[in-house]
């Protein structure tokens, strides 16, 4: 007798083979469309916290510089730059190119930048993330009749930001990450 492999169980086994080939690259193009979509989570994640983290230290250490914002009143306390004063001049604020169209902001740069004492530094890296919207709402912006704020309110700001992971398209796959964060942060009194 004859000892060898039918046609059909060869048949069988490429085609088992098959699907075994088939399953593992659709388990190995899972595992890195994660990988990607966590590095972009973690490198989002990282430049705002950063941010976070300097604006915190601002507002430990220096007071708001109320003399900057003329029109506070009329804009209800919302502002696009955050200025600092004490012993340092510290301006926070929006720049690069942010009128992109949110459907495609590819290759579009955008980020917050600082102004201290003169010298100018990035605090978010435009090749990471895309900053598409900054705003501070000052606390407290109006008067009261009567009332004296700094014995009833703590000075203080709210920060809102939208941003992107720096090649979104809400079109695209699920690399892209976007996130719209706030935060309140108690400034100093002096």
């Not at 690069?96 to 495609?104: A, E, K, L, M, R």
């Not at 796959?173 to 706030?182: E, F, G, P, R, T």
């Amino acid at each position: 007798m004859n000892k060898g492999f039918t046609l059909i169980e060869i048949m069988i086994s490429v085609v088992i083979l098959g699907l075994l080939i088939v399953i593992i690259f659709s388990v190995y193009n899972t595992v890195a469309e994660l990988s990607i979509r966590i590095e972009n989570e973690k490198n989002l994640s990282n430049e705002l916290l950063f941010v976070s983290q300097n604006i915190q230290g601002f507002a430990d250490s220096l007071s708001l510089d109320f003399s900057k914002y003329s029109d506070l009143d009329t804009t209800k306390g919302f502002t696009g730059s955050l200025y600092f004063t004490g012993n340092d001049f510290v301006n926070i604020y929006l720049t690069g190119d942010t009128s992109s169209d949110i459907d495609n902001i590819r290759n579009s740069k955008s980020w917050i930048e600082m102004n201290k004492n003169g010298e100018i530094m990035k605090l978010t890296d435009p090749n990471k993330i895309y900053i598409r919207n900054l705003n501070f709402k000052i606390i407290p912006f109006d008067e009261i009749r009567g009332l004296d704020f700094d014995k009833i309110y703590n000075q203080g700001f709210w920060i809102f930001v939208e941003a992107y992971t720096n090649n979104y398209s809400k079109y695209s796959s699920v690399y892209d990450i976007s996130s719209n964060v706030q935060a309140f942060f108690n400034v100093r009194q002096y």
